[in-house]
T-cell receptor, first 113, second 109 residues
Framework: KAGVTQTPRYLIKTRGQQVTLSCSPI?????VSWYQQTPGQGLQFLFE???????NKGNFPGRFSGRQFSNSRSEMNVSTLELGDSALYLC????????????FGAGTRLSVL | GQNIDQPTEMTATEGAIVQINCTYQTSGFNGLFWYQQHAGEAPTFLSY????GLEEKGRFSSFLSRSKGYSYLLLKELQMKDSASYLCATDNYGQNFVFGPGTRLSVLP
């Protein structure tokens, strides 16, 4: 079974631009969660989708948004990028049948210049 | 809400046993999870506990006491490759994880 796939692996953007990150979950997993990881803040929860519905949202500004498609693939969008958005963005998928264990993709490393 | 604490750093010797503690204050969760993360890589799942007690998986074991708000990860027969960060996390009834700050473990020869 293929793991969680995130694209792209690396991104360099400038302040004010927007960016879209993609995540393909493990086949059969309908829950996709997004996290931001920085050295100072650790792993911070952004949002979680299940069957195309956002079930939970973390404490991030509205510039961070996401969606999930009918095939469970998910995208995350960040608009009006700020320097502080530079981070590793991780996607994880899970299923209730699998004990809700979250399996992570390799991440997208975003650098905002 | 959920607040999770872990020691920032630990050091141990190859072949030894190390216990990494995790304390939490949470309004509720289904399970408590442990992940390993090597520098520059994604977290990988190690172990989890739903019920109180010890769960053993090879060299790794995890313990949970809900009444004490406490968990630990036990690593036996330490190897150099075990040098990594170890993250404790609780799930929000299966919806999202809340992670602790992580414990950076250094294994010395």
């Amino acid at each position: 079974k293929a793991g969680v796939t995130q694209t792209p692996r690396y991104l360099i953007k400038t302040r004010g631009q927007q960016v879209t990150l993609s995540c393909s979950p493990i086949s059969g997993h309908r829950s996709v969660s997004w996290y931001q990881q920085t050295p100072g803040q650790g792993l911070q929860f952004l949002f979680e989708y299940f069957s195309e519905t956002q079930r939970n949202k973390g404490n991030f500004p509205g510039r961070f948004s996401g969606r999930q498609f009918s095939n469970s693939r998910s995208e995350m969008n960040v608009s009006t990028l700020e320097l502080g958005d530079s981070a590793l963005y991780l996607c994880a998928s899970s299923s209730p049948e699998g004990g809700n264990i979250q399996y992570f993709g390799a991440g997208t490393r975003l650098s905002v210049l | 809400g959920q607040n999770i604490d872990q020691p920032t750093e630990m050091t141990a010797t190859e072949g030894a046993i190390v216990q990494i503690n995790c304390t939490y204050q949470t309004s509720g969760f289904n399970g408590l999870f442990w992940y390993q993360q090597h520098a520059g890589e994604a977290p990988t799942f190690l172990s989890y506990n739903v019920l109180d007690g010890l769960e053993e998986k090879g060299r790794f074991s995890s313990f949970l006491s809900r009444s004490k708000g406490y968990s630990y990860l036990l690593l036996k027969e330490l190897q150099m490759k075990d040098s990594a960060s170890y993250l404790c996390a609780t799930d929000n009834y299966g919806q999202n994880f809340v992670f602790g700050p992580g414990t950076r473990l250094s294994v010395l020869p």
